[in-house]
């Protein structure tokens, strides 16, 4: 292991990761381009390098990507990668409160925090992580989404029924496609353009992105007033008091979701961003500028990539895009990520762990470095900022699959999401369901596949059972507390 | 500095410059062209577009992506060649644009099998008649593995258990895609039957193998090899032995007729010229003649070799009517 940090600072493998972690924060922070797209880009570059550099570049790329997003979500309310959709419900209302440049900062020692408690996990427990990540068959993947989207009618802001209402629009935006559970179209209407379904990006930027442009875009000029850069970055002592206990543990919850293939870091902040709202003392403050809710998304999602990059480096799972990607740039030097890999390129597999810690820290350097002058982003005016966003969402939903289709998407997208806000049903839900019930649909057909249409099965599953549970409690905790409260009235008087 | 003290004087510079950039971009076009008209007709007569079908990364990806740049470095072509990632709806998404682009042979798919998968579940709107192949550059084919600690060592045992207990084992397949056929080719022929669980790529079949929520599931020999000792081989699909694993037996050897050897293969529109077609099966044959692209291909379980666009057409046709078969079976 020490070999392969001094390995990574050798020039050229710094210097790839320092460039790496700074393309990845441009490209994350701009809605419609992605992390992914960023390392389908820069893979033919790596062809010609070794393959230490190539995965230190790669690596870079994938942190500050993940890490970028939460600076258009603050200021701009538009989540730069999906994983940042969360930072948008709490983020957005503290800048509005003029408290951006707290918001940032706040995001930022979380984003980092998350990424340097995972990486203790990575370097430290991967292999006993990924056979426990691998017991996680079908039921328990349906029985923890199930549970994330309880949760979700929890997150719901003001009226539960508009909240439901959004989340089963977006669960039936998901059905389109094809059925990957029989392969077969289902509602595509014989449009061949449709048999791709509606894809996450478009649907995404379309939701947040769009709709916010054409709303300001509306609105009538106004001048924002942005306060004059403090000297010092909000950030105090007593932070590790007020949120150090939220970091850590929405750093573990992402982690943990992280370590399952295809979950991923957009479920992880959701996840760790419901649990904080359920364990505070004051759940109402969420969604109106609550602090812990940016550090609850900001932290998981960091923490979901080391998370993810456990079952990539023991086993060669990859757990999204972006780390088939990383699989493919490692073929390419004839290296197959697998249990193999720490014996055949122990300097790569280890170089991989090192370089997910140092991309973290220079994503610290040179976010906290930058961070007030990203804030003053929103100074410039609202016509030039909203037409270079709105180009990079046209050209980013276009190029997820050079599909122009896509851009149409993102376009009525906009528009739905427009109408929805008008309407007050709240778009957290709809993007959520969007974005699960794919997957838990998907997991229970396998499953009742798996044991022939036997749903008892999920009874004998002791993680399936413990998410079921959960969720159920989730959906009860409201009324027990209703309960208890006369109760505990009582005993005081 | 002082043309940004006006703004006339900056829209013109701005204008100056435009003119320039599109003078040099004119020129950089007619460049290589100019040095006889009498060539204009030549192919490529500019970048030549390489489609796709699925995410970056995976090995369709890579092969496409070396593919060319050896393309480029050894001249093989006068232009330079790109690709783009073009997944989702079975290639549907593919297919379309190639459609939209030129059908000269500047528009070109590098694809496999699953094509035909789509084509046989006529899941697509495209079919046989819409292209026009240009050959294999190489293949491989896939091994059917269980869990290393499995009760099973050999096929036989497998088979042996299958028949007396019908739909007793798990096997991890995406529905409609290449696994769920090599395995029902299988099953048909050994007279078995699994129960399926969805399973939609590579990573979630080991995924689902090694944690012992499915049985049985293909592999691409080189994803299995990567694996060191967690997975059992059983039988390969390919019509030799691979040498990198020698005690794993093939289909035909076990007593079924049975072998499946994904190609990479080139399609260009249907109604490509002759002269364009013949040029860019020139290049790939040269490429994959290459000593690196066959290094490459050794290395992965991949076989280099070149077959023809004719004789790819003949294959892929005969492929094609028996995953018919297949998919009048399991739909």
Same mark, same amino acid.
């Given at each position: ?44 570059? +790596? ?194 008091? +007020? ?70 480096? +023991? ?179 | ?158 088979? $042996? ?128 003649? $290459? ?41």
């Amino acid at each position: 292991m020490l070999d392969a940090f001094i390995q990574l600072f050798e020039l050229q493998n710094i210097l790839f990761l320092v460039l790496g972690t700074a393309l990845g924060i441009v490209v994350g922070a701009i809605p419609g381009l992605t992390a992914s797209m960023l390392i389908a880009l820069t893979l033919p570059l +790596t062809f010609h390098m070794d393959p230490v550099s190539a995965v230190t570049l790669l690596i870079g790329e994938y942190v500050g990507g993940i890490s970028g997003g939460l600076i258009t979500a603050i200021l701009l309310r538009m989540p730069g990668t999906p994983a940042s959709i969360v930072t948008t419900f709490d983020g957005y209302p503290m800048a509005q409160q003029n408290k951006a440049e707290r918001a940032l900062a706040l995001g930022i020692m979380a984003s980092v925090v998350g990424g340097i408690i995972s990486w203790f996990f990575l370097a430290g427990m991967s292999p006993a992580l990924a056979e426990f990540a691998l017991q996680f068959g079908p039921w328990e993947y349906f029985a923890l989404v199930v549970m994330a989207l309880v949760m979700l009618a929890v997150l719901a802001q003001g009226s539960l029924a508009k909240g439901l209402l959004a989340a089963a629009l977006g669960m039936a935006f998901a059905i389109p496609g094809i059925d990957s559970s029989i392969g077969q179209a289902r509602l595509t209407f014989g449009n061949s353009a449709l048999l791709t379904g509606f894809g996450l990006l478009p649907v995404l930027i379309g939701a947040f992105a769009i709709s916010q442009v054409i709303r300001d875009a509306c609105a009538p000029q106004m001048t924002q007033k942005v306060p004059v850069p403090q000297k010092r970055l909000p950030i105090f002592g007593s932070d590790v008091k +007020t949120h150090g206990l939220n970091m850590i543990r929405s750093s573990v919850i992402g982690t943990w979701i992280g370590l399952l293939p295809g979950i991923g870091a957009n479920i992880a902040a959701l996840v760790s961003y419901s649990t904080a709202k359920q364990v505070s003392n004051e759940p109402e403050k969420f969604g109106k500028g609550h602090e812990p809710g940016v550090v609850a998304g900001e932290a998981a999602n960091n923490a979901s990539i080391g998370g993810a990059l456990i079952p990539l480096i +023991t086993m060669g799972i990859p757990g999204s895009v972006t780390e088939a990607i990383l699989i493919g740039a490692l073929t390419i030097h004839n290296l197959q990520p697998g249990p193999l890999l720490f014996q055949n390129a122990p300097e790569v597999a280890y170089g991989i762990i090192a370089a997910y810690l140092v991309a973290n820290v220079i994503m610290l350097l040179m976010m906290w470095g930058a961070v007030k002058y990203i804030a003053q982003v929103v100074r410039i005016p609202r016509s030039a900022l909203l037409s270079v966003v709105l180009v990079f969402c046209v050209v980013g939903s276009y190029a997820v699959n050079s599909n122009f289709t896509d851009v149409w998407v993102m376009v009525a997208f906009g528009i739905i999401g427009l109408g929805l806000e008008a309407a007050r049903v709240p778009l957290g839900p709809f993007v959520i369901g969007f974005v699960l019930s794919p997957i838990a649909e998907e997991q229970l057909r396998a499953s009742l596949m798996m044991t022939d249409g036997d749903v008892t099965e999920i009874l004998s599953r002791p993680y399936a059972l413990l998410f079921l549970i959960l969720a159920v409690l989730t959906v009860a905790w409201p009324a027990v507390v209703a309960r208890l409260k006369p109760a505990r009235k009582e005993e005081m008087k | 500095m002082y043309y940004l003290s006006n703004k006339r004087t900056l829209r013109r510079g701005f204008c100056t410059f435009l003119a320039t950039a599109g003078l040099v971009y004119g020129l950089g076009l007619v460049g290589p062209n100019s040095a006889g008209q009498a060539q204009a007709e030549e192919f490529p007569s500019k970048s030549i577009k390489i489609i796709v079908p699925f995410k970056p990364g995976g090995r369709t990806d890579v092969v496409a992506r070396l593919i060319s740049e050896k393309i480029q470095e050894k001249g093989l072509l006068s232009q330079s060649m790109a690709v783009v990632n073009a997944d989702g709806g079975a290639g549907a998404n593919a297919v379309a644009q190639m459609r939209r682009g030129d059908t000269d042979g500047h528009t070109i798919i590098h694809w496999h099998h699953q094509a035909l998968i789509a084509m046989a579940m006529e899941l697509g709107d495209f079919d046989m008649s819409d292209f026009r192949s240009l050959g294999y550059t190489g293949g491989g084919s896939p091994v059917w593995a269980v869990k290393a600690d499995s009760e099973f060592n050999t096929i036989e045992q497998l088979v $042996d258990h299958l028949k007396a207990n019908p739909r007793s084992l798990v096997e991890a397949v995406g529905i409609g895609t290449i696994p769920h056929f090599v395995g029902g080719m299988f099953a048909n022929a050994a007279g078995f039957e699994t129960r399926y669980v969805t399973a939609n790529s590579g990573a979630d079949r080991l995924r689902l193998l090694l944690g012992g929520n499915a049985d049985i599931a293909l592999f691409a020999a080189s994803e299995y090899l990567a694996q060191g000792d967690g997975l059992k081989a059983l039988v390969y699909f390919g019509r030799e032995r691979l040498p990198e694993m020698p005690d794993v037996p093939t289909a035909t050897e076990a007593g079924y007729d049975v072998s499946w050897t994904n190609p990479n293969w080139w399609l260009a529109p249907a109604d490509t010229p002759d002269a364009a077609a013949e040029a860019l099966s020139a290049a790939l044959e040269a490429a994959i003649n $290459d000593p690196e692209i066959a290094d490459y291909f050794r290395n992965n379980t991949l076989e280099p070799y070149w077959m023809s666009g004719a004789d790819a057409r003949a294959d892929a046709e005969n492929v094609l009517v028996r995953l018919k078969k297949v998919a009048e079976t399991i739909q």
